[in-house]
């Protein structure tokens, strides 16, 4: 009995031993869990900092469309605690004009699609933004769509820029091609324009006419008035003239000096005819005197006219000399006139 005693004393021994053992290994697991956590907070601290200091939209959206995470970026913008977007679906958060937006995005987006897209909206305060959107689509172990990723970046600045570039490309554009005084085409853009009409007529077939037009006695105008009045001339004609041909696809230049030219597509040699006979008379009505003219009273001008379809082997050239023979026909035959050149095919 005394042993059994004894033997049983040694067993409760061992496991008060293996007992003390085990508490002190669960309080080294614990303490190794505490400081796991202790570090996953201080990661979780470290990344939402990073999150909430990027200036860039962060968020994720779950299935049914509703925000589950947000940045700071979003309380900023949207001028809103993040427990009040927390839970919100999209269109509740953006508004329903900018969801009308990206509705189709979203919509890709939960199909599986990732996005990228840029869009304007208005935020509550009334600030007008340039967004640039990103959207990744969430899997979950299936291969499910659960949601998607929102990266969002204010482009606002660059967007702004780069319409203010687009804007000065624009005027230095117009700079570039159009005459300084009298605000219509100047000969780079007519040479240009009739370079490519010309090429277009050839691929098609298609009439191209010239009108070629000078302003009659023009120096003993500047000699009697001067050259202010002289230039005051030339931009009512100029005005008058562009007003007179209404085509968007027509144009108007000064050709140098006091001559000027009318590039016209796809216009057949009677509808050249018409036009040169409506620049004529609004011409003559704005009846600018000119008391030292050998030809009239008033300011007068003298018009040449070319049409063909440009031949394989031709060259815009062949349609300025043609209507530039017009005109010196008409200014040999006492000017204030038109002439039609007959020398090249007409049509």
Not at 63 to 70: I, K, T
Not at 84 to 107: F, H, P
Not at 128 to 154: E, H, I, K, R, W
Not at 266 to 293: C, D, F, M, R
Request: charged share 25%; proline share 3%; glycine share 6%.
């Amino acid at each position: 009995m005394q042993q059994r005693l004894s033997e049983l004393k040694q067993q409760v021994n061992q496991l008060a031993v293996e007992l003390r053992q085990t508490k002190a290994l669960l309080k080294l697991e614990q303490q190794d869990r505490l400081q796991v956590e202790l570090a996953l907070r201080e990661c979780n601290d470290q990344l939402r900092q990073i999150l909430d200091s990027t200036d860039a939209g962060i968020a994720f959206v779950d299935a049914e469309r509703r925000y589950q995470f947000v940045n700071r970026f979003y309380e900023v913008r949207f001028n809103r605690s993040r427990d009040s977007i927390l839970g919100k679906y999209v269109w509740d958060v953006i508004g329903d004009d900018a969801y009308a937006i990206v509705k189709n995005y979203i919509d890709c987006a939960l199909a599986g699609e990732p996005q990228s897209f840029e869009f304007g909206m208005t935020y509550l305060n009334g600030d007008y933004a340039y967004l640039t959107s990103c959207l990744t689509p969430s899997l979950n172990s299936d291969q499910a769509v659960v949601g998607y990723y929102l990266f969002v970046f204010d482009s606002t600045v660059r967007r702004r820029l780069e319409l203010s570039l687009q804007a000065a490309n624009a005027e230095l554009e117009k700079l570039v091609t159009l005459d300084g005084l009298t605000q219509v085409a100047n000969r780079r853009k007519f040479d240009h324009y009739l370079a490519q009409e010309w090429r277009r007529a050839a691929r098609s077939q298609q009439p191209l006419s010239l009108i070629m037009f000078d302003i009659d006695a023009f120096k003993r105008y500047n000699d009697t008035y001067g050259h202010p009045a002289g230039d005051a001339c030339l931009v009512q004609i100029a005005q008058t003239v562009a007003a007179t041909v209404e085509r968007a696809t027509d144009l108007v230049a000064r050709y140098g000096g006091e001559e000027f030219a009318v590039v016209l597509p796809n216009t057949s040699l009677p509808g050249a005819v018409a036009i040169a006979e409506q620049i004529y008379h609004v011409v003559k009505a704005l009846a600018i005197p000119h008391e030292s003219s050998a030809v009239g009273s008033i300011i007068s001008i003298s018009l040449g006219i070319a049409s063909l379809v440009p031949p394989a082997a031709g060259a815009p050239e062949d349609l300025i000399a043609s209507a530039d023979r017009a005109l010196y026909a008409a200014k040999q035959q006492g000017r204030d006139r038109y002439v039609v050149d007959n020398a090249a095919g007409q049509r």
